[in-house]
């Protein structure tokens, strides 16, 4: 009996050691607000199906405490415990901080190796191939489009209609005022909201051509052709539009005005659907337009880059890592979180027969199909994306003029490389 | 010099006896006795402190001297090739203006933190010490929010300063007392000493229970004197209780400065330095340069000079004080 004890533990024990030597994990940076249950849901879901395609690995979530503009992803990579891949903000701007610090894999070979290139549009593929002289270092997951989203009850109580034109929309902006809401919610403590608003207004003033010269340094950004939307927020300030005390809020603060309707409108993108049904928000009565301008054809939405994928030099998994890749950016996957009621964001390929979950999505997706502008958070210079979000900070907290604010970030992109 | 027992000896000589039987073994050895208990005993501390040596290299000296490696590169991450550019980064450094504006916030930020977390740990102490039974109570609740994370304290405290929803405009405008709601984060005259609020909120409990101990330290027949010669309630406080307390005064003044020296979480939590740098201490600059920008070499120029600050206020603050008590 004993002799049999014996060697039923050392069965186990060998069968134990056996399936721990093969078993493996993969430890994933994200996704973000796992802990709303429809996200959870849908990522319990894709982890499973995952485990199973691939038996004996386990896919271990790492909640993010951060991204790239707040140095959480540098620390992450850097501990040398870290995540084997990444799911996190992206952008030129944000991956050329992991880059030039040797954080984060080229993954060039892999886009033509594993056919990801042939996964995203072409043009995005374009883009990212002309980012860093050929090399490409993320693997888009989510692509952003802002603009004002607005609430369809509130406006049509008032007789509001969404406007057309620049003169329009301040008409609107002195309507809400008199009416005693604040007429546009912003969070400029988190860096990201002061974007989003700064990057509309430069749009809408100055069009997405003279943008994007400003950002391929072809103009000056104290150019007052590209200057005229930091002078456009300097007005909305001083005229009370946008309050000063807004300088103190943060996105969260901010977007807690809105839900609670004592704003009337807020810029924001996709990814702003899961934070109004954190907020019990009816989405429903969720409305979104691009920022008017008065500029034909320019009224669009800001975007770019949204979300990648990024494969940490020191993953312990790197296999693994573009196996998981490999499987998020397949039709079933990618299908499946499209039509989850969590999704949040526009799709990096042509998802056909899809239909978005929430009708907010629907007009996002509808605004955006024209292509979108430039969001210059997810576009700078690392080097010049502190001074950037600290002129907005100064120009709502009214510090800093229009001008003088321009003339700080055109200081600064001079000094980039 | 140690004396020691002989092995297995039962008598244990008189303290007086002892050294004198140390003195006539030295002499009759001539001294050798002596130099082979020294050198035996410098071995054998060397190789107690071994480990304890090897841990302070590793991390405090070899730290200190990468720090100041850093300072003299040019690199954008622990994982690429450094260069050497001599004093490139502490030119960069000296011409930056967001330096010289967060060396100037974290002065103010210091004395701040002096004046609110000592001088209310130091108020609360004088309130409370002379409580009989409910002085427990009142020592733990006011000690309780020394216990909660600076992160925490932040978030709470952002969250009071909302300009919209927050406790303290609410309570204000409640009060009819709207015309002094303010923009407690957003306004550059008031934000820095706003967050400084928050974090001596958090660090006043520890300094009231310091002078609490010095309180009970001073002589009570000194306030029966002062009080057989009339001295009043002020007069005591000014005369007995406060020089009674330089002691501990010193040592929480000391305490708060380098606490003071060392605010990060708060302003990373509810400004980040912001808006438009006016909240930015010089050590929130140093991890938006070196985990933001990846710029480790200015970080590294910027974390020497808040050593040197350091050192000197420390220093300044000593002789001030050995002045004093001359």
């Known amino acids: 009996m004993l002799k049999f004890l014996a060697g039923s533990v050392a069965a186990v024990a060998i069968f134990v050691s056996g399936a721990v030597a093969n078993a493996q994990t993969l430890k994933m940076w994200g996704p973000e607000q796992i802990t709303e249950p429809l996200v959870a849901e849908l990522w319990n879901g894709i982890k499973a199906d995952f485990e199973k395609a691939n038996p004996g690995v386990k896919v271990e979530f790492m909640p993010p405490t951060g991204t790239i503009s707040n140095g959480a992803v540098q620390s992450a990579i850097q501990s040398n415990v870290g995540p084997d891949v990444i799911l996190t903000n992206s952008g030129i701007g944000r991956i050329s901080i992991v880059r030039n610090a040797k954080q984060v894999m080229p993954l060039t070979e892999q886009y033509e190796k594993r056919g990801w290139k042939n996964q995203i549009y072409p043009w995005l593929y374009t883009e990212l191939k002309g980012q860093f002289g050929g090399e490409v270092y993320e693997v888009p997951d989510g692509l952003d489009a802002l603009g004002i989203w607005y609430h369809k009850d509130l406006f049509a109580q008032a007789g509001w209609k969404v406007p057309a034109t620049w003169k329009e929309f301040e008409t609107l902006l002195a309507a809400i005022d008199a009416k005693g809401l604040q007429p546009i919610a912003i969070g400029p403590r988190t860096t990201g909201s002061a974007g989003h608003l700064f990057g509309n207004l430069l749009q809408s003033a100055s069009g997405k051509e003279t943008i994007g010269k400003a950002l391929r340094k072809e103009i000056a950004w104290d150019d007052p052709k590209v200057a005229a939307g930091a002078v456009r927020l300097q007005k909305l300030v001083e005229a009370g539009f946008i309050k000063k005390e807004m300088a103190g809020l943060d996105l969260d603060g901010a977007s807690r005005l809105w839900f609670n309707k004592r704003a009337a409108m807020f810029v924001a993108g996709p990814w702003f659907t899961a934070n109004a049904r954190k907020a019990g928000y009816d989405l429903v009565n969720a409305g979104y337009a691009p920022m008017p301008s008065d500029n034909p054809g320019e009224a669009i939405p800001t975007g770019g880059v949204g979300w990648s994928w990024l494969v940490p030099v020191n993953s312990k998994q790197p296999d693994l890592a573009m196996k998981w890749i490999d499987f998020m950016l397949s039709d079933p996957v990618m299908k499946k979180r499209a039509q989850a009621p969590a999704s949040t964001m526009i799709y990096p390929r042509e998802l056909t027969g899809i239909e978005p979950p929430t009708p907010v999505l629907k007009e996002i997706f509808a605004a955006a199909a024209a292509g979108v502008g430039y969001n210059p958070s997810v576009y700078l210079p690392a080097t010049v994306l502190d001074t950037y979000f600290q002129v907005i900070q100064g120009l709502i907290s009214g510090q800093v003029t229009g001008e003088a604010g321009m003339k700080q970030i055109q200081a600064k992109m001079a000094e980039a490389k | ?326």
């Open chain 2, 1 to 326: 010099m140690i004396n020691r027992e002989t092995p297995g000896s039962s008598t244990v000589a008189p303290l007086g006896n002892r050294s004198a039987i140390a003195k006539t073994a030295t002499v009759e050895a001539g001294g050798s006795v002596a130099r082979r208990f020294d050198s035996h005993d410098t071995g054998s501390a060397l190789w107690l402190m071994a480990p304890a040596l090897v841990l302070y290299a590793i991390f405090s000296l070899l730290p200190i001297a990468a720090t100041f490696w850093l300072s003299f590169n040019s690199s954008a991450g622990f994982n690429t090739a450094s260069s050497f550019v001599g004093l490139d980064n502490y030119a960069a450094t000296a011409a930056d203006p967001i330096v010289w504006q967060s060396l100037w916030h974290t002065l103010l930020w210091l004395i701040y933190h002096v004046v609110l977390a000592g001088g209310l740990g130091l108020a609360l102490a004088l309130a409370i010490s002379r409580l009989k039974v409910t002085q427990v109570f009142f020592r733990t609740a006011f000690f309780l929010p020394h216990l909660v994370s600076l992160a925490v304290v932040g978030v709470i405290w952002a969250n009071i300063y909302d300009p919209f929803y927050g406790l303290l405009n609410t309570a204000l405008t409640e009060l009819g007392l709207g015309a002094f709601t303010q923009g407690w984060l957003s306004d550059p005259a008031l934000v820095l000493f706003s967050v400084n609020v928050a974090s001596s909120w958090q660090g006043f409990g520890l300094y009231m229970l310091l002078f609490i101990a010095g309180l009970q330290n001073i002589d009570h027949s000194l306030y029966d004197a002062a009080e057989v010669d009339g001295a009043s309630a002020w007069q005591k406080l000014v005369y007995v209780t406060l020089p009674g307390l330089r002691e501990v005064t010193t040592f929480v003044v000391s305490l708060a400065m380098i606490n003071g020296l060392k605010g990060f979480a708060t302003v990373f939590v509810m400004t980040n330095g912001g808006p438009f740098y006016q909240s930015e201490l010089i050590t929130t600059y140093i991890y938006r340069l070196a985990f933001q920008s990846q710029d480790h070499g200015r970080a590294a120029v910027l974390c020497i000079l808040l050593s040197l600050l350091a050192i000197a206020i420390t220093l300044v603050f000593n002789r001030w004080r050995a002045r004093l008590s001359k």
